[in-house]
């Protein structure tokens, strides 16, 4: 069976997308029966590429800086390529919310409707020229793939997609996500001037979603010898809207208690995540959020807004928080600093239920969906 699967988006440095779409296609080489054609936006090819192009978002920005209608002009050109190279395929997927014309079975994977719930954190022509290919693809596809049954749910009630077309695919994190000794950390958190189990960590795109302005204040909260032992620690590209963020950074900033790492590669980031004392993810939106799956597969408790599919992802694991409770959020820090028993306790708990996810049942619950959907 050809499968025709849109790869544009590991053109840029990975984030959640791109981490799924990467993982999902090794895993799927486990499936011979399966032939993997991956259009990277120009060209065809069945290798994953070992990195992002370089400077493609600097590029990018630059483009739709200085040329009208950027996105409609790049999209002509890639449905032109697209169409051309996946004559003969049995079936195309579609994973993000950018679904080329196809004239043939269709799969689409649907991770959240953040385009839906915070239009204004995005600039208004790319927010109209998704509304215009999401509801197009959805309609066409013959199955949806999501995350989380919370964004099933979600998209049913939006778009109103019937119940059947729905499919759970829950992620799963790779490989180099584990528990490590502090020997196996030093050589990376040295590098940061960090110590192993000696900060808190946030990961994440610097965007309103993730409600960094809660971290902030709860660790404010934290007392000040507390925070000096434990800097809080913040690993993630600069978002849409990120200026919001500006001024209280800028003022943890002064005080060199916070620190804004920017963009990991993967290696530093899997030691990043398992040196951490804890994280904190205190988002107020996930379609899933697979910084939390990493962290609890490392052994690394985890502080979770109750919101959206952090819940489902989480479960008896998860020390939860309202999105808004920055003093239940610094009491649950704190907890985790002081007392061994209880950090143990949610490590333990963490490892256990990551044993609930994998890339293997991602995949094998994809290849499934296509069986179905081409007929073999």
């Known amino acids: 069976m050809r499968i025709a699967l849109n790869a544009t988006v590991l053109r840029a440095p990975r984030t959640g997308i791109g981490h799924y779409l990467a993982e999902l296609v090794l895993a799927l080489s486990e499936y ?18 070992a990195t992002a192009l ?6 990018s920005k630059f483009i739709k800086q200085v040329v009208p209608d950027a996105y409609a002009l790049r999209r002509l050109v890639e449905q032109n390529r ?21 004239d043939g079975p269709m799969v689409m994977t649907l991770h959240d409707l953040s385009h839906v719930h ?8 790319r927010v109209a020229a998704i509304e215009r290919h999401v509801t197009g693809g959805i309609s066409r596809a013959r199955r949806i793939l999501v995350d989380s049954a919370f964004i099933g749910e979600e998209a049913c009630r939006y778009y109103g997609i019937p119940a ?5 695919a829950p992620l799963g994190y790779a490989s180099r996500f584990h528990p490590r000794t502090n020997e196996q ?7 940061l001037g960090l110590q192993p189990g000696k900060y808190i960590l946030c990961v994440g795109t610097l965007e309103p979603r993730k409600n960094l302005q809660l971290a902030l204040r709860a660790y404010d909260q934290l007392p000040a010898a507390m925070r000096q032992q434990y800097p809080l620690v913040i690993a993630g590209m600069m978002g849409w809207r990120h200026e919001q963020l500006a001024d209280p950074l800028q003022r943890a900033l002064s005080d060199e208690s916070i620190r804004l790492l920017g963009y990991q590669d993967d290696m530093t ?10 994280l904190l993810f205190p988002s107020v939106y996930e379609g899933f959020g697979l ?3 990493e962290s609890m597969a490392s052994g690394v408790p985890v502080v979770v807004s109750n919101c959206a599919a952090l819940p489902e992802l989480a479960g008896p694991a998860g020390i939860y928080i309202g999105p808004d409770d920055d003093r239940a959020c610094s009491d649950a820090m704190q907890q985790l600093i002081e007392d061994p028993s209880h950090w143990q306790k949610h490590s333990d708990a963490g490892l256990l239920q990551a044993k609930n996810f994998s890339w293997q049942r991602c995949a094998k619950i994809t290849a499934n969906v296509y069986q179905q959907v081409v007929g073999f």
């Open 32 to 49: 011979p029966e399966l032939e993997l054609q991956l259009f990277n936006g120009w060209s065809w090819g069945s290798d994953l590429p």
């Open 54 to 59: 370089p400077g493609y978002s600097a590029l």
């Open 82 to 102: 697209f169409s051309r190279g996946s004559t003969g395929a049995d079936l195309y997927h579609e994973p993000s919310l950018w679904p080329f014309e196809f």
């Open 118 to 125: 915070y239009r204004h954190t995005q600039p208004a022509d």
């Open 164 to 168: 059947e077309k729905i499919v759970v």
């Open 185 to 191: 950390l030093i050589p990376y958190l040295g590098q």
């Open 269 to 278: 980031l899997a030691h990043l995540v398992a040196g951490a004392r804890l």
């Open 291 to 293: 910084p939390v799956l």
